[in-house]
């Protein structure tokens, strides 16, 4: 089984102003498709180090997806994306566009999200909107794909589409 994490990125839920119900959804989806997360999402503010550090450790700790929820939007404070590519080595365009592409059939304001999904090392990350909603319409829609992305990065040499 892949172990995940789930990064909540919510000044007021780190500062315990909003109760973190996105995190916890994101865990029991990914346990629910057959991944090994851990069972508390780790809630940070929307600061640079901290989100940085965070991810750079998920990567030493082996963790092989990583999901953030928070920070993807236009908000002066969204830095989630940005911190993002400069950990990343190799993008997955495909998927954000697929994320934005059905969450575009939900709401308009599907199309203001940056988030990205890309590989650092052995660990997909995967960038989500922080409400309960967007994340969870979000991560549906990559769900068809995502165990197959995590075998691949781990080496998996079976021939595709099977
Ligand atoms: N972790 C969360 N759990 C539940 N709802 C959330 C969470 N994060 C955001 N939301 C909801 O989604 C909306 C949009 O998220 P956004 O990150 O833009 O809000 P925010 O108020 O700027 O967040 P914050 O100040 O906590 O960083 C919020 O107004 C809130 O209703
Ligand atoms: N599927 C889906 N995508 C969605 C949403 C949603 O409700 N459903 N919310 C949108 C909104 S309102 C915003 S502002 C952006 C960015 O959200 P974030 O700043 O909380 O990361 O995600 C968008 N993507």
């Not at 995940?4 to 315990?16: C, H, N, P, Q, W």
């Not at 629910?32 to 997360?37: E, I, Q, Y």
């Not at 953030?68 to 908000?75: A, M």
């Amino acid at each position: 089984m892949y172990l995940a994490r789930v990064i909540t990125l919510s000044d007021k839920g780190y500062m315990g102003e909003r109760l973190d119900t996105s995190g916890p959804a994101l865990v029991e989806m990914l346990k629910s498709v057959g991944f090994a997360p851990e069972s508390d999402p780790v809630i940070l503010p929307d600061t640079w180090s901290l989100i940085e550090s965070n991810l750079k450790q998920s990567v030493k700790d082996g963790i092989a997806l990583v999901l953030t929820t928070g920070g993807t939007g236009v908000s002066p404070r969204d830095i989630t994306p940005d911190v993002t590519r400069t950990i990343i080595e190799k993008e997955i365009p495909g998927m954000a566009e697929a994320m934005r592409s059905a969450s575009s059939q939900k709401t308009p304001h599907a199309m203001i999200s940056r988030a990205l999904v890309g590989i650092a090392g052995k660990t997909l990350i995967v960038n989500l909107p922080g409400s309960r909603k967007g994340a969870t319409e979000n991560l549906e829609a990559i769900i068809p794909a995502l165990m197959h992305a995590v075998e691949k990065i781990h080496g998996d040499p079976t021939d595709c589409g099977g």
